[in-house]
């Protein structure tokens, strides 16, 4: 697998406002900035309760400078499909449509509007920011949080089951384009946005967000810790379209190279602090299998 040498620059116009009621080191803050400049103008945001809302802020007040439906937690696909059958009766096909939700809402309340959009054929862009847990009303285990992490819901050993792997999950409905992607990694981030925006159809990006509060780290260390996930091999960052299957930036680096230890990562949060050594030695061994995959 080569890497491709990257022809796109960010912009400079921005299209969020310096003020807004993001925590402190948000890595979702990374992320909805960096999308929204690779989105353009042409844009309408389709957003259900999530920490999201939080950081626009509720009506009049606005975050972002991009018309936004704010939509109730089960509905997003559904709503943002709602939305594209209206810039089609409208004549205004040259709209992006954009889903943008947190993993709560996407890969657990949120699921079945996501699987019909899919199914249907929408062509809309769906983007869940995955902060591991419902960090919004106060750090409950979502569907994705992963095994042994010590969530309110959680609070003695750590969550029990794994993490729910729900691009595997979008990927069975054999959409045009999905990714994955990382806070930590916008100029990835950006390049994939602007592609899945030049494809027809479904299309479904992962993103990896670090929450300093919820995961009990410094808010200084937000990149720190998102690169580690990546570095260490328990986040791949990959794209699936017409071509197949394929890393991207730094997992394309990895392959092939030695990776840090899971511990690296989870010695940085105090959300890991009750994860057993023998819960650790399977972890770094299912990771270890998956990169001989790739490899």
């Not at 943008?100 to 920011?129: M, N, P, V, W």
């Not at 916008?186 to 509060?213: Q, W």
């Not at 394929?246 to 994860?275: C, E, H, I, M």
Request: hydrophobic content about 35%; glycine content about 10%; some cysteine.
């Amino acid at each position: 697998m080569e890497q491709k040498t990257r022809t796109l620059t960010l912009t400079e116009e921005e299209f969020v406002y310096p003020g807004n009621r993001a925590c402190a080191g948000c890595g979702l803050g990374i992320v909805y900035r960096t999308a929204l400049k690779a989105l353009g103008k042409n844009t309408i945001l389709v957003v259900p309760p999530s920490c999201l809302t939080v950081l626009q802020g509720l009506y009049p007040i606005a975050a972002t400078k991009l018309p936004c439906v704010n939509v109730t937690f089960a509905s997003t696909g559904a709503a943002a499909s709602g939305v594209r059958a209206a810039m089609r009766a409208l004549k205004k096909e040259n709209m992006n449509v954009v889903a943008f939700a947190g993993d709560g809402g996407t890969g657990d309340i949120g699921i079945q509007a996501l699987s019909g959009a899919c199914e249907r054929g929408e062509d809309i862009l769906y983007i869940c920011y995955d902060n591991e847990a419902y960090m919004n009303t106060g750090v409950q285990r979502s569907g994705t949080t992963p095994q042994g992490v010590v969530t309110t819901t959680t609070p003695i050993k750590g969550k029990t089951q794994l993490k729910k792997d729900v691009p595997s999950i979008v990927a069975a409905h054999r959409i045009p384009y999905l990714a994955t992607a990382s806070a930590a990694y916008p100029l990835d981030l950006f390049d994939k946005v602007k592609k899945a925006i030049s494809i027809k159809g479904p299309k479904y990006i992962h993103v990896h967000t670090p929450c300093p509060p919820g995961w009990g780290f410094d808010t200084r260390y937000t990149v720190k810790v998102g690169k580690l996930a990546v570095e260490t091999g328990l986040f791949d960052l990959y794209e699936k379209d017409a071509e197949g299957f394929r890393l991207t930036d730094a997992s394309l680096r990895l392959s092939g190279k030695p990776r840090k230890p899971v511990t690296d990562y989870f010695n940085t949060q105090g959300r890991f602090k009750s994860l057993p050594e023998t819960m650790v030695a399977d972890i770094q061994k299912d990771v270890d299998l998956k990169w001989a995959g790739y490899c």
